[in-house]
C-alpha cells in the first residue's frame, strides 16, 4: 500500500544538473520527515540531504551549496534540485520517509531508487 516512487535520474556530464522526484502514496505524508539518501558502488548507504515536516532542511557536508531538497505536502512529493554535478555524486538514489518518532521503525519507508550518472 505503502510506496515511494523515485524519478529524474538519468546521465548527465559533469557540471550538469538534474531534479530528482519522490511521490509517495499511502502515508500521511504532512507529517512525515523525507529525505535523500545515496549509495555508490562500494560504499555505505549516506543521508545526502533531508527536511522535516515543518521545512527545515539540512545537508551532507558533499553537497552543501549544490543540492536544495524541497517538498510539496500538497502533491505528496520531495524533491532534490542536483547542481554543479561531479563524478563523486554518481550513484543510485533512494527516497526516505521518516515518520515522527512515537510511531517507530515500523512505519519507516524506502523508494527502489533511481541511478545517477555523472560523466566526467
Known amino acids: 500500500q505503502v510506496q515511494l516512487v523515485e524519478s529524474g535520474g538519468g546521465l548527465v556530464q559533469s557540471g550538469g544538473s538534474l531534479r530528482l522526484s519522490c511521490a509517495a502514496s499511502?502515508?500521511?505524508?504532512?507529517?512525515?520527515?523525507m529525505g535523500w539518501y545515496r549509495q555508490a558502488p562500494g560504499k555505505q548507504r549516506e543521508l545526502v540531504a533531508a527536511?522535516?515536516?515543518?521545512?527545515?532542511?539540512s545537508y551532507a557536508d558533499s553537497v552543501k551549496g549544490r543540492f536544495t531538497i524541497s517538498r510539496d505536502d500538497a502533491k505528496n512529493t520531495v524533491h532534490l534540485q542536483m547542481n554543479s554535478l561531479e563524478p563523486e555524486d554518481t550513484a543510485v538514489y533512494y527516497c526516505?520517509?521518516?515518520?515522527?518518532?512515537?510511531?517507530?521503525?515500523?512505519?519507516?519507508?524506502w523508494g527502489q531508487g533511481t541511478q545517477v550518472t555523472v560523466s566526467s
Open positions: 526516505h520517509a521518516d515518520p515522527p518518532r512515537a510511531w517507530g521503525r515500523p512505519y519507516e519507508y
Open positions: 527536511i522535516t515536516s515543518g521545512g527545515s532542511t
Open positions: 499511502g502515508i500521511i505524508f504532512r507529517i512525515y520527515a
